[in-house]
T-cell receptor
Framework: AQSVAQPEDQVNVAEGNPLTVKCTYS??????LFWYVQYPNRGLQFLLKYITGDNLVKGSYGFEAEFNKSQTSFHLKKPSALVSDSALYFCAVRENSGYALNFGKGTSLLVTP | DAEITQSPRHKITETGRQVTLACHQTWNHNNMFWYRQDLGHGLRLIHYSYGVQDTNKGEVSDGYSVSRSNTEDLPLTLESAASSQTSVYFC????????????FGEGSRLTVL
């Protein structure tokens, strides 16, 4: 089965600094990869996806993600973090034989002023 | 605007009772999903549907059932609620395309006493 792993439970970064939230994947075939964000007591919101093409994918709120096939990674990045970016971030991969997504366990991002 | 709504947002019930969580979407999406979110587990797929009269089991389907009588609704039923089913439940929908991202509802927090 397709799967993703998020090796960090929590990432702390100071406001204005660049941030990276890590994700590695395990798939057979071409991966369809996604990042979502969840604010407290809210549903998940789509940030960006990689399907094919350019390895650098740009998404909502200034986030981007870099697809690296050799390292089987899909790390989420932002050049300059905001306090309002503090939230729970999920990486996900689409199942080969359907439309459901398999999610990682999530990484809590805390941006301090 | 099109949306996906869940009800109730909060529910407290007793062990052994039947509970139904409602999910309604107005995007006319064929695909609908139910996930549960638990600390340390991320999101896990319970059931999903790719169209009217179609239902499928996910990773953690034991104790749950769904039915799809129209495009807009996918209610989730706990036949006999157990304390292990205390969780936050999310409904999601997507269009029927390999690259389609999921759109999530705001969640239903269920407590089984």
């Amino acid at each position: 089965a397709q799967s993703v792993a998020q090796p960090e439970d929590q990432v702390n970064v100071a406001e204005g600094n660049p941030l990276t939230v890590k994700c590695t994947y395990s798939v057979s075939g071409n991966p369809y990869l996604f990042w979502y964000v969840q604010y407290p007591n809210r549903g998940l919101q789509f940030l960006l996806k990689y399907i094919t093409g350019d390895n650098l994918v740009k998404g909502s709120y200034g986030f981007e993600a870099e697809f690296n096939k050799s390292q089987t990674s899909f790390h989420l990045k932002k050049p300059s973090a905001l306090v309002s970016d503090s939230a729970l971030y999920f990486c996900a991969v689409r199942e080969n034989s359907g439309y459901a997504l398999n999610f990682g366990k999530g990484t809590s991002l805390l941006v301090t002023p | 605007d099109a949306e996906i709504t869940q009800s109730p947002r909060h529910k407290i019930t007793e062990t052994g009772r039947q509970v139904t969580l409602a999910c309604h979407q107005t995007w006319n999406h064929n695909n609908m999903f139910w996930y549960r979110q638990d600390l340390g587990h991320g999101l896990r797929l319970i059931h999903y549907s790719y169209g009217v009269q179609d239902t499928n089991k996910g990773e953690v389907s034991d104790g749950y059932s769904v039915s799809r009588s129209n495009t807009e609704d996918l209610p989730l039923t706990l036949e006999s609620a157990a304390s292990s089913q205390t969780s936050v439940y999310f409904c999601a929908s997507s269009r029927q395309a390999n690259t389609g991202e999921l759109f999530f509802g705001e969640g239903s927090r269920l407590t089984v006493l």
